[in-house]
C-alpha cells in the first residue's frame, strides 16, 4: 500500500510539473501572438500604400513591360509555399500543405506547369519525402 501511495504522490507531483511548464508555454506563446499582431498592424498602413502605387502603376502605365500586364495564355503558375521549422505549429504546417496541394492540383487541371518554391522545414521534408 506504502509503494502504491509513492507511486501515486509522484505520478500527481510529475502532472503538476508538466502542467506548470505547459502553462508557461501558453504564456509565452500568447505574448509572441500579441507582438506580432501589434506589428502588422503597424505595417497595414504601409502595405495599403505600397499596393495603391502598384496598381496605379500596373493600371495608368503606358510602358509595354511583362510585369504590368498579364500574360493572355499563361503556360506556367508559381506557388510559394511558407511553413514553421518547429514547435507547436503542426497544424499550421499541415494545413499550409494540404491547401497548396489543392491549389498545385487545380491549376495543373487548368493546363499549367506549376514550379513549387518552399520555405521552411515542414515543407521541405514533406516535398523531400514525396
Known amino acids: 500500500m506504502a509503494v502504491s501511495l509513492r507511486e501515486y504522490r509522484a ?7 508538466m502542467k506548470k511548464i505547459t502553462r508557461a508555454m501558453e504564456l509565452i506563446a500568447a505574448s509572441r501572438i500579441i507582438k506580432a499582431q501589434n506589428r502588422a498592424q503597424a505595417a ?3 502595405a495599403r500604400e505600397l499596393t ?4 496605379a502603376v500596373a ?12 500574360p493572355e495564355d499563361p503556360t506556367r503558375a508559381a506557388v510559394l509555399i511558407v511553413t514553421s521549422d518547429r ?12 491547401e497548396a ?15 513549387t518554391y518552399v520555405s521552411g522545414r ?9
Open 11 to 17: 505520478r500527481i507531483k510529475s502532472t503538476e510539473s
Open 44 to 46: 497595414a498602413p504601409y
Open 52 to 55: 495603391r502605387a502598384v496598381s
Open 59 to 70: 493600371t495608368y502605365s503606358n510602358v509595354d513591360h511583362p510585369l504590368t500586364r498579364e
Open 87 to 98: 514547435g507547436l505549429a503542426g497544424a499550421y504546417s499541415s494545413s499550409v500543405l494540404k
Open 101 to 115: 496541394e489543392r491549389l498545385r492540383t487545380r491549376l495543373e487541371g487548368s493546363g499549367l506547369a506549376v514550379d
Open 122 to 130: 515542414k515543407a521541405e521534408a514533406f516535398y523531400r519525402f514525396r
